[in-house]
């Protein structure tokens, strides 16, 4: 593989902003912004309060790189063939531990409940998801996470979480299709905000008000390479 032996991502979650090293055969990048099936994303899915990196390589494997409040641990392999599935970490069943959500290329959307370690057999919990961005965070400000997700014609949608799946959408925007979107925490309220990197690699944060998010602000450029959140 041609490029650099490693690559440098950053991310802003729960307010902070997060250098993370990695080699380049683990190809870490935003599911927004790789290719195949490749990505990494963050979640708590040990329950201790850190986020951990959840990696997916090329070859379907997944890991967990567990987060110890200031980088993270050498990882741990969780399970293989995982791919073709367009991926979100975020906690669903609203228990402190991250799950997964995975959408197949036939529109299935299901949830793998995370345990703590690794994640539980799946449950299916709807379909029609193909063709939309799937994120998943605290829109709302309930404990379950929600679906933020963004069509092909850049309308963006909140499917809020009840505990075990997502209830009906509601509309908040359009014109999100130019940008890669992350959810995550940035100003510290109980609402998750979007953080919105342009193609000119433009940041800005869009803060959340608890139902939909308020006008964005700059952040700073240069955030053309892989973000995760
Ligand atoms: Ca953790
Ligand atoms: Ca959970």
């Known amino acids: 593989m041609d490029g650099p032996a490693v690559q440098y991502g950053r991310s802003a979650f729960d307010g902070v902003e997060v250098t993370i090293q990695v080699n380049v055969e683990q190809v870490l990048t935003s599911r927004n912004c790789g290719g195949g099936s490749s990505g990494g994303e963050l979640g708590d899915v040990t329950g201790d309060g850190y986020v951990d990196i959840v990696a997916i390589e090329r070859t379907g494997d997944m890991y967990v790189y567990p987060g110890n409040g200031y980088s993270f641990n050498a990882r741990y392999w969780v399970r293989s063939g995982w791919t073709g599935l ?3 970490v975020g906690d669903v069943t609203g228990d402190g ?14 949830v793998y409940p995370g345990n703590g370690y690794s994640f539980n057999a799946r449950y299916w919990v709807g379909n029609g998801w193909n063709g939309l961005s799937v994120n998943l965070g605290n829109v709302t400000g309930s404990a379950a996470a929600d679906i ?6 850049g309308n963006m949608y909140v499917h809020p979480g009840n505990g075990y799946s997502f ?6 925007g359009n014109g999100w299709n130019q940008q890669r979107v992350h959810l995550g925490n ?5 609402w998750a905000d979007i953080v919105a990197v342009e193609g000119n690699g433009n940041m800005y944060v869009h803060p959340g008000n608890g139902y939909s998010f308020n006008a964005r602000y700059w952040v700073g450029n240069g955030w053309n390479g892989p973000v995760i959140a």
């Open 167 to 172: 209830n009906a959408r509601y509309w908040v």
């Open 86 to 88: 367009n991926t979100a």
């Open 186 to 190: 940035v100003t510290g309220a109980a």
């Open 97 to 110: 531990i991250a799950d997964i959500v995975a959408v197949e290329g036939n529109g299935n959307m299901y």
């Open 148 to 153: 933020v997700a963004v069509d092909g014609n």
